[in-house]
C-alpha cells in the first residue's frame, strides 16, 4: 500500500494550497481516508476525513468553513483544499487511510496506512 501526498509549499497568510493523496495497493472504495497534520514541535492533530462514500466530511474545529476534503474514485485520490491560510496551518500534512466501518474517525490509530508528508508553510 502507498499512500503518496503531494501540493505542499510555501503561501502567504489568507491564500490557498490544494493537497492532493494518490493511493495504490489498497480497494480505494473500502477506506475512508483522513488528513493529519504536525506543526513543529507539536503532536500530529486531525483536520479532515471523508468516508467511503465520499459523503460525511468532518473537520477539525480551527479549519472548519476554511477546508474541504474530497476523493475521487476513478483517480484513487482524496484532496485537501486550504483556503484562507493562516501561519497556524504550517505544518506537514498527512494522508491517511481507515479500513474502519466507523465514520468521523479523528483518532490516529483507526488509520491503517500513512502517507509521507508534504510540507505547508503559511508566512505572515
Known amino acids: 500500500v502507498q499512500l503518496q501526498a503531494s501540493g505542499g509549499g510555501l503561501v502567504q497568510a489568507g491564500g490557498s494550497l490544494r493537497l492532493s493523496c494518490a493511493a495504490s495497493?489498497?480497494?480505494?472504495?473500502?477506506?475512508?481516508l483522513g488528513w493529519f497534520r504536525q506543526a513543529p514541535g507539536k503532536e500530529r492533530e486531525f483536520v479532515a476525513t471523508?468516508?467511503?462514500?465520499?459523503?460525511?466530511?468532518y473537520f477539525a474545529g480551527s479549519v472548519k468553513g476554511r477546508f474541504t476534503i474530497s476523493r475521487d474514485r476513478k483517480k484513487n485520490t482524496v484532496d485537501l483544499q486550504m483556503n484562507s491560510l493562516k501561519p497556524e496551518d504550517t505544518a506537514v500534512y498527512y494522508c491517511?487511510?481507515?479500513?474502519?466501518?466507523?465514520?468521523?474517525?479523528?483518532?490516529?490509530?483507526?488509520?491503517?496506512?500513512w502517507g509521507q508528508g508534504t510540507l505547508v508553510t503559511v508566512s505572515s
Open positions: 491517511a487511510a481507515s479500513n474502519t466501518v466507523l465514520s468521523s474517525i479523528t483518532f490516529m490509530s483507526e488509520y491503517d496506512y
Open positions: 471523508i468516508s467511503r462514500s465520499g459523503g460525511r466530511p
Open positions: 495497493g489498497l480497494t480505494f472504495n473500502s477506506y475512508a
